[in-house]
């Protein structure tokens, strides 16, 4: 079981930020998201906290 991995925040080219999720852990059976190819998510923080904490983004919003 892969519970934590080293992932990546980068800009790209055209300005737009990605993070990279290792492929060991997005793939693991307890990986709390099954994506076949995309999905949406909600990405938030604290102010003074260094974590960022990613959820899925509720259904009703997605169609938006």
Do not use: H, T
């Not at 693991?28 to 998510?41: L, Q, T, Y």
Request: net charge positive; aromatic share 12%.
């Amino acid at each position: 079981m892969v519970s934590e991995g080293r992932g990546r925040l980068f800009r790209r080219k055209d300005g737009k930020f990605l993070i990279y999720v290792p492929k060991d852990l997005a793939e693991d059976s307890m990986f709390p998201f099954k994506v076949s190819d995309s999905m949406f998510v909600k990405i938030s923080f604290k102010l003074g906290d260094d974590k960022l904490l990613i959820e899925r983004w509720p259904q009703q919003q997605e169609k938006q």
